[in-house]
């Protein structure tokens, strides 16, 4: 067995006081450094995106944050602009143990596909390259953390059982958006999909 720790999108826009901040997101920084501290293999999952991104609802004329439109590859929730390339708001946060990170893989660079999951985009076929990096590591087991968790830490966790990892989810050190009951649901999917929640 070897297990991988995945660090999902520990950033200044999803801490407080950030652009699409996550309710206490800030809270995630030490129990995920104690993990870093311990781990064999660390990735971090940087959400990266251009300006002119779709999926910012300033980039859609009538649409506010938060609204749901319909994209090429199917629904797609709007959102405050956010993770801009090389902005402070993109940056991790500044107490993340982000130097002790094996690779760091950014998503969601396409200005025409978001992406939640840090294995393969929302169209769900353009993948980041991080299923072969795990795989030429041996990884056979993944444990995740981080921000959101109803959002880019579920659809991680989703994409690794279908890739055949063993996948824990560590809830101490996640927070969750949480709009319209989306916590709650995608606690249940991943149960339903045989992520261990711990
Ligand atoms: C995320 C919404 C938009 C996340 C990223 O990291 O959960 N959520 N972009
Ligand atoms: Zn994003």
């Keep these: 067995m070897t297990e991988a720790l995945i660090v999902i999108d520990i950033q200044n826009d999803f801490c407080p006081g950030g652009a699409l901040a996550v309710p206490n997101g800030d809270q995630v920084v030490v129990p995920t450094n104690a993990l870093i501290e311990e781990a064999k293999i660390v990735i971090l999952s940087q959400d990266w995106h251009p300006a002119d991104h ?8 009538g649409k506010v944050p938060f609204d749901v439109v319909e994209m090429e590859y199917g629904s797609q929730t709007l959102w405050p602009a956010h993770c801009v390339q090389g902005s402070s708001g993109a940056a991790f946060h500044p107490k993340l143990k982000a130097d002790l990170a094996d690779a760091v ?3 969601g660079m396409r200005p025409a596909i978001d992406s939640y999951s840090t294995f393969f985009e929302n169209d769900r076929k353009t993948p980041t390259g991080l ?3 795990l795989r030429e590591r041996n990884v056979t087991d993944v444990r995740l953390v981080g921000l959101a968790l109803d959002f880019c830490v579920a659809f991680s966790a989703l994409d690794a059982v279908e890739q055949g990892f063993e996948v824990t989810v ?10 319209a009951g989306s916590r709650d649901a995608a606690l249940e999917q991943m149960r339903d999909c045989g992520v261990r929640l711990v």
């Design 54 to 61: 779709s999926s910012f609802a300033s980039n859609h004329t």
């Design 105 to 107: 893989f950014r998503k």
């Design 131 to 133: 299923v072969g990096f």
């Design 170 to 179: 560590q809830l101490d050190a996640c927070r969750a958006i949480d709009i």
